[in-house]
C-alpha cells in the first residue's frame, strides 16, 4: 500500500534538545527500509535563541500553519535560563497544546529492563502503564495574574479551569484506549476532598465509566496516588488525570522505568496534527556535553511512527531501544558509559541491520 507523505515539522528548541532531536531523526533516517510512505521533514527555529534576537516566540501564522500543514511534530525541548519567565517555552510548547487542541498528553512509562528501576523486586511485567494527563485546561489556563508585583502587599491569583466537556473528553479517551489495548482497570486522580471543583472528575469518571463493561473504574486522592505508584505500581494500568498532577505524576513514573531520559510522550486530538516530545525539558547543565539520554526523544519518535500508521518501522524502533538497554548501550543516567550521539548510532546501526536481516 502506497500513503501519501507523511509531512513532518521539527522543533529541535533549548538545550539537550536539539542534541536527542538530531538522535532521533538519525533513527528516523535508519528505519527508512521499513516505511510504506516517503516524508518530507522541516526544521523550525522555535526556541530562546530565536526569541531573544528577534522577541517573536512563534507568530500566530507560524502557529496556524503548524496546524494546517503538517501530519506530525516533534519536539526537542524548551527553556533556558536567559529567559528566566519562561515565556517562549510557554509561547510555543504550552502554545502548541492548547492552540491546536491537543487535550491529550499521553505519557507511557513502561519498563524495559528490571535494572532499570528503583523500586526493589519489580519486574517488566510489574510496570507497564500509561497517563494520560488531561492537556488544555486546569491550572494551565493561566486564569489570574500577578498584581502589585513586588511590593509588600503583592497578590497572585491562579484559577483552576475544568469543564464538563473538556474533563468528559479526556477521561473518555482514557476508557477507549483501555478497551482498544485490552486493559481492565482505569484509575482517576484528583483532589476531591479539598477542592469541591473536583467532584466534577468524580462524576464525569463514574458516568463515563459505566459504559465500558470490562474496565473496572478506580479513584484516587493525588497525594495517595503519588505514594501508590511507588508502592504497588503492578496494580495501574491506565491513569487519566488533570494537567498539573499529570505533569507531576509524569516525573514521577518516569523513574519507575529509569527516569526521565528514557520516557517519552504524545500530544494529540484525533484527526489533527499531533505533538512529540520527551518528557524532559531542557536540562541546561547537560547541552552541549554528548551526556543526554537521547532514548526519550527516540521512543517519542517511535509513538509518531505508530500514530502516522508505521506500525513497523515503531516497532523496530522499539525494539532497537530495547536491545540497546539489555547490551547496555546507555548513557551515565541509565548506568551505561556511551555519549548521546553513541547512544544514537547503536540503535540507528541495530535497526539498519534488522532491515538487512
Ligand atoms: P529537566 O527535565 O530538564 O531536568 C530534570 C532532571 O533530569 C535533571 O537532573 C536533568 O539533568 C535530568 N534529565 C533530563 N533529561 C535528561 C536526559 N535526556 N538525559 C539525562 N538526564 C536528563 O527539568 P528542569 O531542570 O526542571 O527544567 C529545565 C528547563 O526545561 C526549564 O526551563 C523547564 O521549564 C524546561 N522544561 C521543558 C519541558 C518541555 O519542553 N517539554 C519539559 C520540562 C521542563
Ligand atoms: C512538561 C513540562 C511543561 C509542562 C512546562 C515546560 C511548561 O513540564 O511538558 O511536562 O508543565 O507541561
Ligand atoms: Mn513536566
Known sequence: MTRSAVRLAVIAGDGIGPEVTAEALKVLDAVQPFFASGWTVEQLPFGADRYLSTGVSISPAEMSRLGSDFDAILVGALGDPRVPGNEHARDILLGMRFKLDLYVNERPARLLDERLTPIKGKTVEDIDLVIFRENTEGLYAGIGGIFKEGMPDEITIAEELNTRRGVERIIRYAFDWAKSHGKTRVTMADKANAIPAHSLWRRVFAEVGEEYAGIRRDTRYIDAMAM?????????????????????LSDLASTLVGGLGIAPSANRNPGRVAMFEPVHGSAPPLAGKDCANPMAAILSLAMLLETVGEQDAANAVESAVSAAVSSGAMSADLGGSLGTGAVGDWIAERIRSMADG
Open 228 to 248: 501508590d505508584l511507588i508502592r504497588t505500581p503492578e496494580s495501574f494500568q491506565v491513569i487519566v488525570t488533570g494537567n498539573l498532577f499529570g505533569d507531576i
